[in-house]
T-cell receptor, first 113, second 114 residues
């Protein structure tokens, strides 16, 4: 049972344009949603999160949008930079699961100069 | 302040063998979680330790076991290795086990079972 799904394995965008990464979930009990970025040969690093009581959170070039009725969230990167090229994981957890994370499959973002 | 470090970075084992992977938590962190990331998949939660006690387990068989030590470092042990155990094993530490606590990941151990 894949509770968090990222249906796009890869995304390619031009430098300076917007990158939109999508994530869907099935568990309505999720309380927090997080995005992690992973470079090859490194562990995932935290990027941005959003509480289930909010619909938007912004941090510099990164904005996460949450649509609870659709059980969908997205990460917007504006403007995209070549250094943003990495695998992006969507993750979620609940108050009862604490810091244990349920991850999606990941999306490989490539930003072309 | 040192980050999360895992050892070894790579290893190759034969089916049926046993393996121990190690994780050194970030300073001040009392919670460690282990994840298995198969090729092309997202990390899957194996188990979590909080102050040396197991604090939740994912859908993994009992041959996956762990320990957390008084200094909060941790081990993942896998017995009777199977070919499907080949994966990247990630350790993550956090200063608390609550839901909005950031988890810091190590670089992972790439295990290949032949």
């Amino acid at each position: 049972d894949q509770q968090v799904k990222q249906n796009s394995p890869s995304l390619s965008v031009q430098e300076g344009r917007i990158s939109i990464l999508n994530c869907d979930y099935t568990n309505s009990m999720f309380d927090y949603f997080l995005w992690y970025k992973k470079y090859p040969a490194e562990g995932p690093t935290f990027l941005i999160s959003i509480s289930s009581i909010k619909d938007k959170n912004e941090d510099g070039r990164f904005t996460v949008f949450l649509n609870k009725s659709a059980k969908h969230l997205s990460l917007h990167i504006v403007p995209s930079q070549p250094g943003d090229s990495a695998v992006y994981f969507c993750a979620a957890n609940t108050e009862t699961s604490g810091s244990r994370l349920t991850f999606g499959e990941g999306t490989q973002l490539t930003v072309n100069p | 302040e040192t980050g999360v470090t895992q050892s070894p970075t790579h290893l190759i084992k034969t089916r049926g063998q046993q393996v121990t992977l190690r994780c050194s938590s970030q300073s001040g962190h009392n919670t460690v979680s282990w994840y298995q990331q198969a090729l092309g998949q997202g990390p899957q939660f194996i188990f979590q330790y909080y102050r040396e006690e197991e604090n939740g387990r994912g859908n993994f068989p009992p041959r996956f076991s762990g320990l957390q030590f008084p200094n909060y470092s941790s081990e993942l042990n896998v017995n009777a290795l199977e070919l499907d155990d080949s994966a990247l094993y990630l350790c993550a530490s956090s200063h608390d086990r609550r839901v909005n606590t950031e988890a810091f990941f190590g670089q992972g151990t790439r295990l290949t079972v032949v």
